[in-house]
């Protein structure tokens, strides 16, 4: 729900006379959504969508009563049987960095290409 949001709130922040110039240059709603609209969208949606896609990578520990793999659940099932907590959480710390840190320097290229 929150992507969708996302999205809707990047196609209504194109402005009314992008639209309105398509259509009265004779483009159809869809020629115009596929051409002017959604380019330009697209450009504003990139930084929210980075951000909840990070979001989603960090909260899926959340998850861990659900999935049986998730690393901080798994970090656990190692820190308890080895006692060996602070190396375990600094290894599984890590992990997450190695996870979010490509996307979030993946976001900052695609904002600053498309800038």
Known sequence: AFIAETVRAGIK???????????????????????????????LVI????????????????????AGFDLM???????SASFETINTYLVVGVFYLILTLPLSYYMRYLEKKLA
Do not use: C, H
């Open 47 to 66: 930084p929210p969508l980075g951000n909840q896609f990070i979001n989603l990578i960090k909260n899926s520990s959340v998850l861990a009563f659900v």
């Open 73 to 79: 659940y798994q970090g656990d099932v190692i820190a």
């Open 13 to 43: 922040a194109v402005g009314v006379g992008q639209m309105e110039g398509a259509r009265a240059n004779g483009l159809t709603y869809w020629q115009t959504m596929r051409y002017i609209i959604l380019p330009q969208a697209f450009k």
